[in-house]
């Protein structure tokens, strides 16, 4: 089955203590992108890859790393997470830009 | 101003009823995508619109490249179509995509 997976799903944490959120996807897309929603916000792109070893900032990366090694993996760095991080976040990828984008289920993250 | 503007930010209705919602923008584009997210979280893709219509099932999308303008209609409308639809435009400059802030929709039985 064709699927973007992420994992946790819920995550509580504490400020400061180093977290990744794994994405990976099954069917070869070569861009990937993480976005974070919060309420009356709307979805907002964190950082995004076109490819392997490629990756870009989106419009909020600060306080956010990413790495692409493989094609199928795009993981979610917070070095030192703050409560302002207490967000959902989505992991997507696609063939390319402007294609239709596969959504992961979603990772709710508090940051206490 | 949102370069992307979607309306109505809710809107409830009743089972049966002919749902439209609309979603403008400002910037060129080399298209347009209609999202839905439901209540438990999940986003899922419905339509990508360059020209013209789309149908599917009991949903179509429409876009007018000269207006800068799309719309999602829902016919016969049912309480499982109570969700978050999401309007977002792909750049023609570099193909990133700018979101619309959502329309929450709720079909009452």
């Known amino acids: 089955e064709a699927q973007v997976t992420q994992n946790p799903r819920y995550l509580i944490t504490v400020t400061g203590k180093k977290l990744t959120v794994t994405c990976s996807q099954n069917?070869?897309?070569?861009?990937m992108s993480w976005y974070r929603q919060d309420p009356g916000l709307g979805l907002r792109q964190i950082y995004y890859s076109m490819n392997v070893e490629v990756t870009d900032k989106g419009d909020v990366p600060e306080g956010y790393k990413v790495s692409r090694k493989e094609k199928r993996n795009f993981p979610l760095i917070l070095e030192s997470p703050s409560p302002n991080q207490t967000s959902l976040y989505f992991c997507?990828?696609?063939?390319?830009?402007?294609?239709?984008?596969?959504f992961g289920p979603g990772t709710r993250l508090t940051v206490t | 101003k949102n370069e992307v503007e979607q309306s109505p930010q809710n809107l409830t209705a009743q089972e049966g009823e002919f749902i439209t919602i609309n979603c403008s923008y400002s910037?060129?584009?080399?298209?347009l995508h209609w999202l839905q997210q439901h209540p438990g979280g999940g986003i899922v893709s419905l339509f990508m619109?360059?020209?013209?219509?789309k149908k599917h099932g009991r949903l179509i999308a429409t876009i007018n490249i000269q207006e800068k303008h799309s719309s999602l209609h829902i016919t016969a409308s049912h309480p499982r179509d109570s969700a978050v639809y999401i309007c977002?435009?792909?750049?023609?400059?570099?193909?990133?995509?700018?979101w619309g802030a959502g329309t929450k929709l709720i079909i009452k039985p």
């Open positions: 619109l360059s020209s013209g219509k």
């Open positions: 997507a990828s696609s063939f390319s830009p402007p294609y239709e984008q596969y």
């Open positions: 910037v060129g584009i080399s298209a």
């Open positions: 977002a435009v792909a750049m023609d400059s570099n193909y990133q995509l700018i």
């Open positions: 069917m070869n897309h070569e861009y």
